[in-house]
């Protein structure tokens, strides 16, 4: 289905007339509204791309920098790796504390 014909279906929809009880019918209409979500969420995802490609570009050619690539650190930091730099460390002994005059 493409999506004038899914946003045309969707339009007739009318809540007060859904009979809840028949689940085949209220399946297959969640099912019709979600895909319908779906497309309309990937090109909304799409055009803040564009759009933040295109502000990029307007502040390339101002002189200023476009948005900064960063890049992720070197360094593991799962929860594995941080479970297992904490196994390693050893309990350090206590030192006795007396008062010295």
């Known amino acids: 289905m493409d999506f004038e014909y899914r946003s045309g279906l969707i339009g007739k929809i009318n809540i007060d007339e859904i009979d809840f009880n ?7 209409t969640m099912e ?3 895909n319908g979500y779906e497309e309309l969420y990937c090109k909304y995802i799409e055009m803040y791309r564009i759009a933040q490609s295109y502000k990029n ?6 002189g200023e920098k ?4 960063i890049k992720p ?3 593991s930091t799962t929860q ?5 730099d904490t196994d390693t460390i050893e309990p350090q002994s206590k030192k006795n ?4 005059s």
């Not at 476009?66 to 690539?69: H, K, M, N, R």
Request: hydrophobic residues 35%; proline residues 6%; charged residues 30%.
């Open 66 to 69: 476009g948005t900064p690539d």
């Open 22 to 28: 028949n689940a085949p019918f209220v399946k297959e």
């Open 73 to 75: 650190s070197k360094k």
């Open 57 to 62: 570009e307007v502040n390339t050619l101002k």
């Open 80 to 84: 594995e790796a941080v479970k297992n």
């Open 97 to 100: 504390w007396s008062k010295s």
């Open 32 to 34: 019709l509204v979600l």
